[in-house]
């Protein structure tokens, strides 16, 4: 199916369009693409969680390993054709893209429930760490019980917010 790497963490931006031609390259039998980007938001100075940049660190090695097994509950759980994710890592500014998770599927309703499996997963699982910069300061961000909630919809248990 996809040729190219089905985790990748980097500083480089990414190419949505790029991405879904690979995930479909070659497969004659995908019926329906499922994609989630995610982006920093916007919040300037003087509103509330006004936030002027984003660092994301994460473990080199154990990161990819915990996304790929996810990636494989994913296939074991949803009737899948392919699945990447891509996430980034390192210094992003507002508007930047922080993460692509894309899906196949031979229908649109295994494609959705995938890409939100895998999105509600890389929420509260994936060994990531977020520190925001606002002009109160910098400091690291907890997950948030609304992300532990969806996660637990899909049985997967987290005690990462407080």
Not at 25 to 45: K, L, N, P, S
Not at 73 to 85: G, I, K, M, N, Q
Not at 118 to 124: A, G, N
Request: proline share 4%.
């Amino acid at each position: 199916m996809a040729s190219t790497p089905r985790v990748r963490i980097q500083t480089d931006d990414f190419d949505l369009s790029a991405e879904v031609a690979a995930l479909r390259a070659g497969d004659g039998g995908v019926g329906a693409v499922t994609a989630f980007v995610g982006t920093v938001r916007d919040r300037t100075a003087g509103q509330p969680g006004a936030i002027s940049a984003m660092e994301l660190e994460h473990y080199p090695g154990m990161t990819e390993r915990a996304i790929e097994a996810m990636i494989d509950e994913a296939h074991r759980r949803f009737d899948l054709r392919a699945a990447c994710v891509v996430h980034r890592v390192g210094l992003l500014q507002p508007l930047d893209q922080i993460v692509l998770v894309a899906v196949s599927s031979a229908h649109r309703g295994q494609a959705f429930q995938g890409c939100e499996f895998l999105m509600d997963y890389l929420k509260t699982q994936a060994p990531f760490w977020k520190k925001e910069t606002t002009p109160d300061g910098a400091r690291w961000v907890d997950a948030r019980v609304v992300d532990d909630a969806a996660a637990a919809r899909w049985g997967l248990a987290s005690a990462n917010a407080s």
